[in-house]
């Protein structure tokens, strides 16, 4: 079984877009997204990061559902749930 990744998120470089931290931890993010949907944050301030992903989560989750179809999953796992195939 896959192990869900686990990305680092606690050096300080992180903070400035363009530095060779920024651009690495991005790639591991996307790829994470793409390939499992998900991944599992380290960082040493996680409240302030939970904070900031849930709070996104919530404006995400808030979009009308006609917004929502505009960005259908092709993600093999929900092709077998068409009740959660928008986000």
């Known amino acids: 079984m896959a ?15 363009d530095s060779p931290e920024w651009t690495s931890v991005r790639v591991h993010v996307r790829k994470a997204l793409e390939d499992y949907g998900c991944f599992e944050a380290s960082f040493d301030r996680v409240l302030e990061l939970r904070r900031a992903v849930f709070g996104a989560m919530e404006e995400l989750l808030d979009l009308p559902l006609q917004t929502k179809k505009l960005c259908v999953s092709e993600n093999l796992f929900r092709k077998d749930h068409e009740e959660y195939k928008y986000m």
């Open 3 to 17: 192990k869900i990744p686990v990305i680092d998120f606690s050096k300080q470089d992180l903070l400035q877009p």
